[in-house]
């Protein structure tokens, strides 16, 4: 799993991009430069467009979503969608001539910050496409989920969390592309020069949507986690241990089989009607390997509860032993269930129980001390010592992320096999011989339709299953958080599932001031700030005097553009002479800094032009 | 015990088709019934228990899907203990039932090669692989 490329990679490239600064400063902007800067700003504002609409889901979950009262989230998306819409219309009109008289359109750019930007919109574009993996078009057209993660990525929450990440990139993009737009230029053109500022407000309106926004709905810490962490829809190759690997490769094994039997869980419901697959060998191989799994997994959480790093949460370690030691009741009963039924086709062994089996073998190698370990009987095979499981400090997280993905996957497959049986059965491929049903039942051949109460019981022994490996997962989940284990993420997923498929409602929001801190957006200089740097004052009195002063100016402007008739603010918003204060208004987030632009359209901004 | 006894002894004299997939049907039950009653998580066999007792339940469906099973004259095994006999050690248990499939997998893989329909040698063919699977699984019990 950890060799997979996750969104946050791209991400984290497309934000270091434009992070860069020049080595030297450039006083002076080209034509090209600015041709160049508008071709950048535009992939990456088509690209972020993209990236928000990769977020929504199908016409069904977006009409349940707008159905509801307009949350905070809901205004911002549609305000962020309408704002890149904004902004690449401002942009479009000067990429389709030559850059300039005697430029090249294939020269590079000179502008680094024409530069950065491309370089960061082809990461994002990465990213986006590394989403997209997730699903597939049907012939009709529409989208479908081609991954456990795509209904994740469609909720909410995680829509919420790409906003926010788009809006740090936003934020950088408008302000290297105002840089080369309002730096001085005896060359280029003016209309390009404005028109690349104003696309930078509308990122900055953007922006500002995504903030206020998070102001009354945080998206919590854990969520943007869980989107960064996204990964590349591929299946991990299947695995055999061959005996004697360490615990971290055993722990890996035990993930990416996990990883591998999630995928064949969820096809086991959609098949169910008529896949040759779905028989009694299937699901007694199933619940047998998956009974064996608790129990591996029992194991291990109580020896985890004796080793010397774990001292502080052994308490945590052995409820979460106990909890799947329920679960290995629970699929113990299920198995049972079992013994009494049979399925119309029988023989096939399906991916999913091959999978099963498969983890029953990784889990009990990284269980017991035998590093030959098989389910058969032998020589006693007592538990792996405690030393022998923790033997380096990240042994601990990566071990009780092994557990946590295996507990999760098993309450997964629980919930798809229930599923199957009961479309099974639905379409009467789950059968009972004939003879062990009452007398009274005349039926010419060796097996029947089971009855409605024999698939009553299986059923509520598979959810029982389910129940207890769900509550197994959440107990480790909390020593995972407590240990900071990278499986956190699938208590995020979890819940962005769960509010995705309308199952709950949204965790309520704790709103945490503190969870921005870390990377918060830098700050855009003001005008006075800016002269000041260019004139080389580094005195933190003098700069943070000019900031005060740029933040009273911002407010004086914004308070003065409240009472300004329209022409004057459409002639404000033109003037490149006003644009540095201009950018650092709408840079400054205020709520009402939106209204500068709002009225004004690029459509009734080019009527207006074109009037005499 | 004395049932997997029994069931040991009938199997080996079995002759035509219908009383090996007879007896091998009872067979398969009386294994799933004693590893059913036995499976202890605390006990060091139980990965092997359960994962036998889905080849027993698997191996007895595939005898049910035999033509020449004789349906009327089908009993299921019942495991019963006489009057102070001792219930036997799990590892002498699965010794016992671990010869019992093998002693199933090569009667089975007999009456393959003697079936003359195609739907009795798919079952014999099926159910002698779950044999075989209970007896690699808990052959290995007596071994300390």
Known sequence: MSDRAIFGDFVNAAAKQLDATDSGTRRVTTSADVHYAVRALLRMVTVMSRCIAVTDTSANDMTWRYARDPGAWTRARAEARQALDNAAEFLRPHIRGRPGPGISVSSAPKSAAARRIAAAALSLQAGHDLLQTHYSRKPNGLREYRSPWAPAIGSDQVSSAMLTELGKLAHRAAAQASGVALAPSPSASWAARRDLNTACQWLWVFVGAVRSAQRDEPVPAATRHLLRHIPLNTIPPRRVPVGGEPVPDLCDGVISTAERLRRAARALTPHAAWSPAMTITSLTRTAGAATVTSHNCELLLTTLAECEPAAQIRQQLLECSAAAARARESWLAAAYALDNITTDTRGYLSPAAAETTGLALWTGRLAFANPEWRPSAGPRHPARPPASLISAPEDMRRVVDAVHYTCDTLTSLARASREQIRVAARASRILVPTRTLPGSIDIPHPFAPAPDEHIASLLSRYRDAAAASSQATKEVAVVAETIHAPSQVLTAFREAIQAATGATQRRAHQANPNADAPDRDPDLPGPLQSVLHQLGVTDRDLIAHACALDRDGARLVIDAAEKLSPTRGRATRQSLEAAPVVNHVLASFDSRSAAFLRPQSPHDDRQHEAQP | ?144
């Not at chain 2, 091998?24 to 009386?30: K, T």
């Not at chain 2, 007895?60 to 219930?87: F, K, M, N, W, Y």
């Open chain 2, 1 to 144: 015990m004395s049932q997997i006894c029994e069931l040991h002894h009938r199997l080996g004299r079995a002759g035509n088709l219908p009383s090996v997939l007879a007896v091998a049907y009872e067979a398969f039950d009386g294994i799933l019934l004693a590893i059913r009653s036995r499976e202890n998580p605390a006990a060091d066999l139980f990965a092997a228990f359960v994962m036998a007792a889905a080849s027993a339940a698997d191996g007895r469906d595939a005898i049910t899907r035999a033509p020449s099973l004789p349906l009327s004259g089908l009993s299921h095994a019942v495991i019963t203990r006489q009057a102070g006999e001792p219930e036997p050690g799990i590892r002498v248990l699965a010794g016992s039932v671990a010869e019992l499939a093998r002693l199933l997998a090569g009667q089975l893989a007999q009456a393959e090669q003697a079936a003359a329909l195609a739907g009795d040698q798919n079952a014999c063919a099926q159910a002698a692989t779950c044999a075989r699977e209970i007896h690699t699984l808990l052959a290995g019990a007596t071994d300390e």
